[in-house]
């Protein structure tokens, strides 16, 4: 099936519902600024329409990019068949418009929305989506930060797709070492730059899907200090814009080669060298050098939240296949008559060990869509209340600010795992390529690595978002944790579980307590050695908290419907899902805690000779 068009993406729309309107409220923010075209039904007309999209057009699409990947022919790269195609029906259906600016076409869609439609779009064909989502990322960057002129000049094509975008930061010897590029940009005089460098790693750094490719590129100016804060942002087009606005002859930007990968095939990973002929012309983002790293920052923060969402998609899509083949597979009897050679087969969904396993899948996967919708609803509410509540605002973009981090690692991690498990539930079928399965491994595994190893996250989690806003912002969520546990210690189905929470939550303030004393006390090199332990405890507190937080909506929604209701099972595998990932992985918390506050320094004390004699 490798090369068939074939839809094999499927999602649980009844799941989006919850999670948007009956766990976090968007119901609130509509039919008022800035959301004031929008309404309950258009919400789920619009995630409607993005489905079918997701299984009409780019679901098909998934195993054939996968089969096909890019090819690079004569310096010019070629997509998988029926990428052009899907673009122009994605534009031509205004999809990729909800979080667009009003002006360029779009239609102010709440960024919890636009979250959820991203994450069908991505689950049904994560390499296809990264072309379109770079492209909005870049064109944000440019309408936030560039000139009027260049708003006019480029905004416009590339909100509507008629022009693609790209992010370049990473070169061939400084790696995740942003800091350390060594592009140039040299003043022309006229206001344009002479753009020189090599850059890798650049997701959509070239196609055919679109006649021009416009690449937000970090360089350094001559006499630019060393590091991070000598970088400034340009905007370099892959063909030099007219006085017109439309495209003219090359800028001098060549594609060297496609990275052959583990993933994503479809999505073309490529070296870009600017400038060998010295003919490469850029302008500087707005008018004032060396903000290059503040700028892209935004771009990174969104891309960061487009990962996570990428691991949402994925994950769910391996978690509903598992499901839907434990349903269909018959294998082995049943464990109550498991010596009978003669009792029937029966669906492996059956059997103890199989639902563990996606039970297991489905705490995970709704716990990351909890995180993510928390996060952008955080968001919507921080746009909401600007200029109105100026304290709750900054408290909506304080929470924001902590749970980038923790969405990027967690879904990214688990997006892998629960694909592998996944795998797992197939048997021998799953690491074949006649279900989607090991390809959706195959595609996850890069998340935990780009925007930010999952390494940098933790320390960005430690190093800077647990101190923000002279620490309120930890406050701040660590107290709603605290009245989620008052409120709910008594819970007659979930109180024993909400004391798991509590004990988390205490052991997870303890670490953050220790980071402190440990900054304070001249011994920073313990931090990195516990970083990623702390962000992955943090992330299985707030994946528990938010749960039982759903499950408590689902016990009241099960006390108003009759015994007969359909959503009575819906609700019931909430309760299940916050049950279970309570007792399997809430209640690991406080050793995992143990372990950060233990502070062991083998790692470092380990000789270089030590790890192995060759």
């Known amino acids: ?352 060990g199989v639902r563990r396993m996606l039970l297991d899948m489905k705490s995970r996967v709704e716990g990351m869509r909890a995180i993510v919708v928390k996060l952008t609803l955080h968001l919507d509410r921080a746009t909401a209340l600007q200029g109105k509540d100026d304290d709750a605002a900054a408290y909506h973009q304080g929470q924001v600010e902590l749970l980038t981090p923790i969405a990027k690692s967690y879904a990214s991690d688990q997006a892998f795992r629960v694909s592998e498990l996944a795998i797992q539930v197939h048997g021998g079928v799953g690491y074949t390529r006649d279900y989607p399965v090991e390809q959706h491994a195959r595609d996850a595994k890069i998340f935990s690595i780009y925007e930010g190893t999952n390494g940098i996250q933790a320390l960005d989690l430690v190093g800077r978002k647990l101190s923000q806003r002279g620490g309120k912002n930890a406050q701040d969520f660590l107290g709603d944790i605290q009245r989620f546990v008052d409120g709910h210690r008594a819970h007659p189905t979930l109180g024993a579980q909400v004391a798991k929470l509590a004990l988390a939550q205490e052991a997870v303030a303890s670490c953050a307590m220790q980071f402190m004393a440990w900054a304070g006390g001249g011994e920073l090199v313990r931090i990195p050695l516990a970083s990623d332990r702390f962000l992955a405890l943090m992330s299985d507190l707030t994946v528990g908290w938010l749960l039982l937080d759903a499950a408590s909506i689902a016990e009241k929604r099960l006390l108003e419907l009759p015994a007969d209701h359909p959503d009575r099972a819906f609700y019931l595998g909430k309760r299940h899902a916050a049950v279970f990932f309570a007792e399997n992985t809430l209640s690991l918390v406080p050793a995992g805690a143990q372990s950060v506050l233990a502070g062991d320094r083998s790692p470092l004390e380990i000789a270089d000779a030590s790890f192995a004699g060759v």
């Open 1 to 352: 099936m490798g090369h068939t068009a074939i839809n094999r993406y499927k999602a649980d729309l009844r799941e989006l519902d919850f999670v948007l309107f009956e766990q976090f409220g968007l119901a609130d923010l509509l039919g008022q600024e800035p959301f004031a075209d929008w309404g309950v039904e258009e919400v789920r007309a619009t995630l409607q329409e993005v489905y079918r999209f997701s299984q009409e057009v780019t679901g098909p699409l998934n195993a054939v990019g996968d089969a096909q990947g890019c090819r690079l022919v004569e310096g010019q790269v070629r997509t998988p068949d029926g990428f052009k195609e899907a673009w122009e029906k994605l534009y031509a259906a205004g999809l990729k418009l909800l979080k667009a600016p009003v002006e360029h076409g779009g239609t102010g869609a709440p960024a919890s929305l636009a979250a959820i439609a991203n994450e069908l779009a991505s689950g049904s064909n994560t390499a296809f989506d990264m072309y379109p989502g770079l492209t909005l990322g870049a064109a944000d960057l440019i309408e936030e930060f560039g000139t009027p002129e260049q708003k006019a000049r480029y905004c416009g094509n590339m909100f509507t797709g008629v022009w693609a975008g790209t992010m370049c930061l990473t070169e061939p010897a400084a790696g995740s070492d942003v800091g350390a590029a060594a592009t140039t940009a040299t003043p022309n005089g006229d206001g344009t730059y002479t753009i020189s460098g090599t850059k890798l790693f650049i997701s959509g750094g070239d196609q055919d899907i679109t006649e021009n490719i416009v690449h937000m590129v970090l360089a350094r100016t001559p006499g630019a200090p060393k590091g991070t804060k000598g970088l400034s942002l340009f905007i370099v087009p892959k063909r030099r814009v007219n006085a017109d606005g439309s495209s003219g002859e090359p800028n001098d930007v060549k594609c060297i080669g496609l990275e052959h990968k583990m993933g994503i095939n479809g999505s073309a990973t490529a070296m870009l060298q600017f400038g060998e002929d010295g003919g490469c012309r850029g302008e500087l983002c707005g008018t004032v050098e060396r903000q290059g790293m503040r700028q892209m920052f935004q771009m990174m923060n969104y891309a960061r939240i487009g990962v996570a969402l990428q691991g949402l998609g994925i994950a769910s899509a391996a978690y509903l296949s598992a499901l839907e083949y434990a349903r269909e597979r018959k294998q082995g009897s049943s464990i109550e008559n498991f010596k009978d050679p003669e009792s029937p087969r029966v669906p492996i969904l059956e059997h103890p």
